[in-house]
């Protein structure tokens, strides 16, 4: 199969990028508190006008410095308002910047095809495919560190001239914006422990990294001392406990605790469906030749690290290193490894290529698994339209809420647009079953085109019809019409909220569709206003509230959540 130029091959991803990511980044909800929380920190900046430390969510500090949501409040004030859309788009642009950037590194060094290989297998693992449609930090912070650290690599191999390193600082700059100091580490380090590695002597090495980082650490300096003399105290006390609390397990409370193994299996969930493809691969390995040799093994690693290829080196270091630095904390999530994924991606290609060379029988049997995957999802849309089990189904379930919302929304009229791309998926997927015979190199290409199609039906098909069903936005909109911002403030009270020694909850998504309007209950205790609370909530504390002069009125009940309104005066 012959493979374009890297001219061409550029362009023809950039498309690709951007047609299978940017246009349904806005067609779900927020069904999550994740997004909503980030989000209306944008709102509150141009709401506000404070672009340094707004408050939120009834006066909470952002837990993160304001890079991003600069980044969602400058996207969104040219759509005039913050949608679902306009504050994804930020994580898909920076997705698609990484993309390029490591399909140019690549295919620069290994050639147009391994370049195109590696970009398309890291482009396609879920973890990246997910938090590149998220409204959340962590796609820009693993953007920026990934071409910082291709940016330092270039820097060293050209002699370390001026030009990476400016952007690598830059980069680096841009990290420590959006989530802290740890933007600027991780590339240093990665870069100091490849350098020592390959020969470089400890201290010009040190002196040299330290500069570079202490350049970037330029504007999140003057971010923070410009955030602190807003936030005061309050504010030191939050980024201690944000940065060096979470990393030396001194946390004054729990947060994204995990055992020791969860890295491990985050890495086998996040990069499907390429794992199924590896597993599928395992009976056809062979035994090494001449048995096992865990010191041998060792010694011939150690000899391949310090002279071996330059690109399998770094690669190597790259995900060794952020491995075990994101093993040490407590604090554990599956994002915190997406930098290491274009370079496992690397080596994994690689590895397509061995196995189409020795086990294709396992590309073919991966391959039909993706094909009837797509079928039966059609097969299953057809009979749900026509409501051939849709009877049976609720009848299955005891038309439980949530699940019969699920059925509902999956049984409803389609878009004609999202009918052509059901139409192209049964193409695709039969298309395959031909494809697959021309040859290795066309059996692999389809593989991609099929693993993108699964992405494209859950992005623009099922998954906002099913995720929508989570959402609170139609509630939000009662909430608005019960408890009118025109009549009376809006506030809330949540026992695990006031409560809480840090990270304290909120209602963020009702907050966001409201317009960042909810006080807070506990704190303030106003005169008079609206109470949104929880059934279970209501039931503990509205009796304390009755003894300190307050009256309740039943406004509103929502359906799902178990949410009450309340309008309360005190006498």
Known sequence: MEIPSYKKSFFLLLLLCCVTILPFIGLSEYHTKGEPRESVVSYSMLSTGDWTLPRNNGGEMAYKPPFFHWCVAVVSAVRGEVTEGTSRLPSSLALIGMTMMVFSFFARRKGVAMGLLTTLVALTTFELHRAGANCRVDMVLSAA???????????????????????????????????GPVGTLIPCLVMGVYMLVRGERFLPTLLRLMGLGLLSLIPYAAWFFAAWQHGGQEFLDLMYEENIGRMTNTMGYNSCVEPWYYNFLTLVGGFAPWTLLLLLSLPFLRRPSGGFSPKNWLRQGWSKMRNGDAVAVFAVTVIVVIFIFYSIPQSKRSVYLMPIYPFMAYFFARYIGWIGRHANRALHIHGSILAVLI??????????????????????????????????????????????????????????????????????????????MVYVLQDGVYGPRVLNTKSVKAIAAEIDRAAPASEAPLYEMIEAGVMAKGDPVHFFEVNFYLGNRIGNFYKERPEKGFLLISADDASRWLEVFRKEGYDFTLRYSAPKREMRVFAFEKK
């Open 145 to 179: 560190t990934v071409c910082a650290m291709l940016c330092l690599y270039q820097w060293h191999e050209k002699g370390r001239h001026w030009g990476p390193a400016l952007a690598a600082v830059v980069l680096m700059g841009i990290g420590t914006l959006t989530k």
């Open 375 to 452: 079928l039966l999802v059609v097969v299953a849309t057809v009979l749900l339209r026509t409501g051939v089990i849709t009877e049976p189904l609720m009848a299955l379930i005891g038309k439980k809420p949530k699940d019969a919302a699920i059925i509902e929304a999956l049984s409803s009229r389609y878009a004609w647009w999202q009918i052509l791309l059901i139409v192209a998926a049964i193409v695709l997927a039969i298309r395959w079953w031909f494809v697959r015979k021309k040859g290795v190199g066309h059996a692999i290409a389809m593989t991609f085109v099929l693993t993108i």
